[in-house]
């Protein structure tokens, strides 16, 4: 398994069982939201930046970890957008095998073109972290 | 049914159409109903309407000339 999948995967079980999105947490979703299954998180890993050091072929990586936050409500869906922040931010500190975890922005989306209201907040950490060349399955 | 308190004929519409937001699909449905623009005449954004005992509230009206009207709904508490 590739350290990024291991990453990711930590970040799912971290943010699983939070206030505002219970177990409602999908790694990599693709297909189709329900309206039933908002408010809820989805995890991506997505562009990473690879650095050779000049130490004996290690590798560092910068990796964005991608959490976005999905809410559907009458009234008040940006209030739950930031509680999902909340939850998020407090939850995921660290990740084992990440030696840097840092939230790099922020963004958000409004949309009022179904029967509710339904925004969404897109939070971007960077997780940095090593591997040995041609060993990327093990951060380090 | 009921609109802005009073009682109309009308077709509620209530088609399939997903939302977009980012890269991700959400299941939607948008709430429709088709009238006579004279008898919604004084219909105002919130207005109330009520089908079969549910209860929407007017967020967008749709005149488009020639005596129909399109009353896009959205679900109220």
Same mark, same amino acid.
């Given at each position: 398994?590739?350290?990024?999948?291991?990453?990711?995967?930590?970040? &799912?079980?971290?943010?699983?069982?939070?206030?505002?999105?219970?177990?409602? &947490?999908?790694?990599?979703?693709?297909?189709? !939201?329900?309206?039933?299954?908002?408010?809820?998180?989805?995890?991506?890993?997505?562009?990473?930046?690879?650095?050779?050091?000049?130490?004996?072929?290690?590798?560092?990586?910068?990796?964005?970890?991608?959490?976005?936050?999905?809410?559907?409500?009458?009234?008040?869906?940006?209030?739950? !957008?930031?509680?999902?922040?909340?939850?998020?931010?407090?939850?995921?500190?660290?990740?084992?095998?990440?030696?840097?975890?840092?939230?790099?922005?922020?963004?958000?989306?409004?949309?009022?073109?179904?029967?509710?209201?339904?925004?969404?907040?897109? !939070?971007?950490?960077?997780?940095?972290?090593?591997?040995?060349?041609?060993?990327?399955?093990?951060?380090? | 049914?009921?609109?802005?308190?009073?009682?109309?004929?009308?077709? !509620?519409? +209530?088609?399939?159409?997903? &939302?977009?937001?980012? +890269?991700?699909?959400?299941?939607? +449905?948008?709430?429709?109903?088709?009238?006579?623009?004279?008898? &919604?005449?004084?219909? #105002?954004?919130?207005?109330?309407?009520?089908?079969?005992?549910?209860?929407?509230?007017?967020?967008? #009206?749709?005149?488009?000339?020639?005596?129909?009207?399109?009353?896009?709904?959205?679900?109220?508490?």
């Amino acid at each position: 398994m590739h350290a990024r999948q291991a990453i990711r995967e930590a970040a &799912v079980t971290a943010l699983t069982g939070l206030t505002t999105t219970g177990s409602r &947490v999908y790694d990599s979703r693709i297909f189709p !939201l329900s309206e039933a299954s908002l408010p809820c998180i989805t995890v991506y890993t997505a562009d990473e930046s690879i650095e050779p050091q000049a130490i004996g072929g290690l590798m560092s990586r910068q990796m964005d970890l991608v959490v976005r936050g999905y809410a559907r409500a009458l009234t008040g869906v940006e209030d739950v !957008l930031d509680s999902i922040a909340e939850d998020v931010e407090t939850a995921l500190t660290s990740i084992a095998g990440v030696k840097y975890l840092v939230l790099r922005t922020i963004e958000t989306e409004l949309d009022g073109e179904g029967d509710m209201p339904i925004a969404a907040i897109t !939070l971007t950490f960077t997780a940095e972290y090593y591997t040995d060349a041609g060993a990327p399955g093990t951060a380090i | 049914m009921t609109v802005a308190g009073s009682e109309v004929l009308g077709l !509620l519409d +209530n088609e399939y159409e997903p &939302v977009q937001i980012g +890269n991700q699909i959400i299941e939607s +449905n948008v709430p429709v109903l088709v009238c006579r623009s004279s008898d &919604v005449a004084a219909v #105002v954004h919130g207005s109330a309407v009520i089908v079969d005992g549910d209860t929407y509230a007017v967020r967008e #009206v749709r005149k488009d000339g020639t005596g129909i009207t399109e009353l896009v709904l959205t679900e109220s508490a």
